[in-house]
């Protein structure tokens, strides 16, 4: 089976059994939406790099990238998204409220810097995915980055 870009025991299309983190790039032009600039706490004047970092237990970085970016009308309550992290062939999974994705995602993502986060996954066991989350998006913030996490 082909390995996944972004973690070194998923493979291509089946899951590893760990959490992962990961990071999408927005395009530039999330810097004009405000609430954007309000979460991460820039101004209409930043140049930098912009970027939503996430995490995941149940799903491939991939296929959390493809939720994300799922179009509203596919996105609505208990339609399906097709799924091959279980065991490595579709199974339709219905969206919910805690898979449907974020806004400047679905509006503004260039796609996956697996650069920046492929080297951390899959988490190690004692490492709570939410802190994960938030400690790669302050450590990307401290790079001068404009950076959203939940």
């Known amino acids: 089976m082909a390995k996944s870009k972004s973690c070194r025991c998923c493979g291509s299309r089946k899951k590893c059994n760990g959490a992962h983190v990961y990071v999408i790039e927005l395009e530039s032009e999330v810097i004009a939406d405000s609430k954007f600039r309000k979460k991460t706490g820039i101004s209409e004047d930043f140049t930098g790099r912009c970027f939503y970092v996430g995490q ?32 490595g062939k579709p199974v339709d999974i219905p969206y919910n ?11 503004y993502a260039k796609g996956l810097a ?6 951390l996954n899959p988490l ?20 001068g980055f404009a950076v959203h996490y939940k």
């Open 97 to 107: 409220w805690s898979n449907g994705g974020n806004s400047f995602v679905r509006k």
């Open 56 to 87: 995941t237990s149940a799903h491939r970085v991939e296929c959390r990238f493809k939720q994300h970016r799922a179009k509203k009308s596919t996105r609505r309550r208990g339609k399906p998204f097709p799924c091959t992290c279980k065991n």
């Open 124 to 143: 190690p066991k004692k490492y709570e995915p939410k802190v994960a989350e938030a400690d790669l998006a302050e450590s990307l913030r401290s790079q």
């Open 114 to 119: 697996y650069e920046l986060f492929s080297h």
